[in-house]
């Protein structure tokens, strides 16, 4: 099994920067996943980490700490259209080579004007 | 668009009935992974093939079950069906069982699922 924990909502400015920070238990590592699901439609990938530190992608960056068990997704230059539910999610071994990927409930995050 | 399709995109039906969802994975990908997303819940895995086999089980009621295809396509049936499986089910599916940077879950849009 896993613990995936992060804050149920939160709230930041258009422009502003956002830190949305997980912490998680997991067996067998195998590196850790970041979706965007906005209300009703199809989570979106957004980054994955595997080894420790900062990736940085356009406006959205994303560090890991394998061995804190925790990561955190910053979010730049905030738009209005960024307001979804940011769902952390490390996969875990489930037997037979294979993996499987189990989200947390994830942040919402409400950006305004 | 993701690739994965899922249809239908809607379904509307009575407790107590049974109902057949279907996926399409993406072009080369050998995984299909099935989700249930209730209301203001989070994603609950569901079950999990690869290449035509289960390889793993999550919060899946025995009412549920699924199977993948040899054209690796895989269908959720819902039987038995109660108010509380009104929910977004999703498939995804990616290249192999285990995960990377370039073998992420890509997710289909859901079938929205309404049990009256």
């Known amino acids: 099994g896993q613990n995936i924990d992060q804050p149920t909502e939160m709230t930041a400015t258009e422009g502003a920067i956002v830190q949305i920070n997980c912490t998680y238990q997991?067996?067998?590592?195998?590196?850790l996943f970041w979706y965007q699901q906005h209300a009703g439609e199809a989570p979106t990938f957004l980054s994955y980490n595997v080894l420790d530190g900062l990736e940085e992608k356009g406006r959205f960056s994303s560090f890991l700490s394998r061995s804190k068990g925790y990561s955190y997704l910053l979010l730049k230059e905030l738009q209005m259209k960024d307001s979804a539910s940011y769902l952390c999610a490390p996969p875990s071994y489930s037997g037979a080579g294979s993996y499987q990927l189990t989200f947390g409930k994830g942040t919402k995050l409400s950006v305004i004007p | 668009d993701s690739g994965v399709t899922q249809t239908p995109k809607h379904l509307i039906t009575a407790t107590g009935q049974r109902v057949t969802l279907r996926c399409s994975p993406r072009?080369?990908?050998?995984?299909v992974y099935w989700y249930q997303q209730s209301l203001d819940q989070g994603l609950q895995f569901l079950i999990q093939?690869?290449?035509?086999?289960?390889?793993a089980k999550g919060n899946i009621l025995e009412r549920f079950s699924a199977q993948q295809f040899p054209d690796l396509h895989s269908e959720l049936n819902l039987s038995s069906l109660e108010l509380g499986d009104s929910a977004l089910y999703f498939c995804?599916?990616?290249?192999?069982?285990?995960?990377?940077?370039?073998?992420?879950?890509?997710f289909g849009n859901g079938t929205r699922l309404t049990v009256t």
């Open positions: 072009s080369g990908d050998l995984s």
């Open positions: 093939y690869y290449n035509g086999e289960e390889r």
């Open positions: 995804a599916s990616s290249v192999k069982n285990t995960f990377s940077y370039n073998s992420p879950l890509h």
């Open positions: 997991t067996s067998g590592f195998n590196g």
